[in-house]
């Protein structure tokens, strides 16, 4: 029994000590995006993205992050018939890990990367030279994909710091019940704040 208790005690004292070091952090930044889907060249996109971080062991933290892609459009595609262009919207909710590593004093640097879920809304305008009227159609999607990012932290306060990020999405075969299924990548600037608690 007196090894039994020994053994517990080594294995609830680290788990009491990491969870007394336990950090909750709270971040919002600034999207701009470029978008990248394959045939078509699209607008960039300015949105928002909000993150909770929840930190496991030194250096290790698992997130959660609300975003998304805000109205980009591609430009006008002319055929025969008449001209078209797709409006892009999309829900991304996020889950993965962040690893931060060369820390100081004021400085760090950091990794992340996961799975992500979309809900995209494609919007379609049509026009025909003037011949008849032109027009509109909406379709939508969900599916999975995933991203990776990494950036750098200025500490300001010993609980507030300022992020710069560097991020790439995936969001894999939208409208993949149709016939020409595509991916919709972007490649995002992002920049704003942190705060620890």
Not at 185 to 192: A, E, F, P, Q, R
């Amino acid at each position: 029994m007196r090894y039994i208790l020994l053994l517990l005690s080594i294995l609830l004292v680290p788990g009491t000590a990491l969870a007394a070091e336990a950090e909750q952090s709270v971040s919002l930044k600034l999207v701009l995006d470029s978008v990248d889907v394959d045939g078509a060249d699209f607008d960039g996109s300015y949105t928002l993205a909000g993150t909770y971080s929840y930190s496991l062991a030194p250096g290790w933290s698992v997130q959660a992050t609300i975003s998304g892609i805000n109205k980009s459009e591609s430009e006008w595609q002319y055929d025969n018939t008449g001209s078209y262009r797709i409006t892009i919207n999309s829900l991304d909710l996020m889950a993965g890990a962040r690893y931060d590593f060369f820390q100081s004093d004021k400085w760090g640097f950091f990794a992340r990367g996961g799975l992500l879920y979309y809900r995209m809304d494609l919007d379609l305008d049509e026009e025909f030279y003037g011949i008849k009227a032109g027009g509109s159609a909406a379709a939508d999607d969900n599916g999975f994909g995933f991203y990776l990012g990494g950036g750098s932290t200025m500490q300001v306060r010993s609980d507030i710091k300022l992020v710069a990020e560097l991020q790439f999405a995936s969001r894999r075969d939208v409208l993949g019940d149709s016939s020409q299924p595509f991916d919709v990548n972007t490649l995002g600037i992002l920049l704003g704040g942190e705060y620890s608690f």
